[in-house]
């Protein structure tokens, strides 16, 4: 139905009940479970390569963790009963990875995990209160929204890409030679993310208000988590590209 994989081909067959239906308590809870789940294996896995400083750790843990989210992903969205599961090995799998990408980011430049995760929490916040408030809810207006996002990326990366190759002003460095347009992507990244979340949003509202079973919270749950730590990552590489800028020689 929609870009964010939670919430395509899933199965809505018997999927609404009269009792012990989805409600926005229960999605919220599921939502903080996982991503409290998330945030132990990040720190675990901060740990581990902390401990071990050994980048071989961290190649196969990128792996394996794009490995099982993918397939966590593709069978959570096709079957329901399964997301609570899902949602786990996928908050443990990207937990891991993005804890070691978080700490490689901070040794870099101290402070900067603490600024991604507080932005990302403000990110959330205010979506949030702009979906309550009814801003957000028309649905095909986002569907274009969210095309015409992506579209704009792409064509903005062609458009890197093509500076880069041919060596416009003659910098090696493509972040500090094209600062703007990888601060425009980067923002473009974001606010697709953005997009997302008000599509979490929308999905859940209709999980709870159409009766949808309890199951189903576990879905909206892990739709937003996929969203939350896609805005978490690209958070940390815009403030990480804003960094390498402001510290260039």
């Known amino acids: 139905m929609y870009s964010n994989p939670m919430f395509t ?4 067959t018997s999927a609404y009940a009269t009792e012990n239906t989805a409600t926005y308590q229960g999605i919220t809870l599921k939502t903080l479970l996982l991503l409290g789940v998330a945030g132990i294996s990040g ?22 963790s794009l490995v099982a989210g993918l397939i966590a992903i593709f069978v959570g969205r096709s079957n329901p009963d399964k997301a609570m599961p899902c ?19 901070d040794l870099y430049y101290q402070g900067i995990a603490v600024i991604a995760v507080a932005s990302t929490a403000v990110i959330f916040v205010v979506c949030l209160a702009m979906f309550a408030c009814g801003a957000m809810r028309n649905v095909s207006k986002l ?19 093509v500076l880069t190759l041919f060596n416009v002003d003659g910098s090696a460095s493509v972040i500090k030679g094209y600062f703007g347009i990888v601060m425009f992507i980067e923002l473009l990244y974001v606010l697709y993310g953005c997009i997302m979340l008000f599509f979490n949003f929308n999905e859940a509202t209709s ?18 988590l996929v969203s939350i730590l896609y805005i978490y990552l690209e958070m940390l590489r815009l403030l990480l590209y804003i960094a390498q800028f402001t510290n260039r020689d």
Not at 87 to 105: D, H, K, P, Q
Not at 145 to 151: D, Y
């Open 9 to 12: 081909n899933v199965e809505t």
């Open 207 to 224: 999980y709870v208000q159409g009766g949808a079973t309890k199951n189903f919270e576990w879905v909206a749950a892990f739709g937003l």
């Open 87 to 105: 949602g786990i090995i996928y908050s443990v799998a990207e937990g891991v990875v993005l804890g070691m990408i978080t700490l490689i980011a």
């Open 143 to 161: 569907r274009s929204l969210l095309i015409l996002t992506f579209c704009s990326i792409i064509a903005v990366s062609l458009l890197l890409l």
């Open 43 to 64: 720190i675990l896995g901060g740990l581990l390569l902390y401990k071990t400083a050994d980048l071989s750790y961290y190649m196969i843990a990128l792996i394996v």
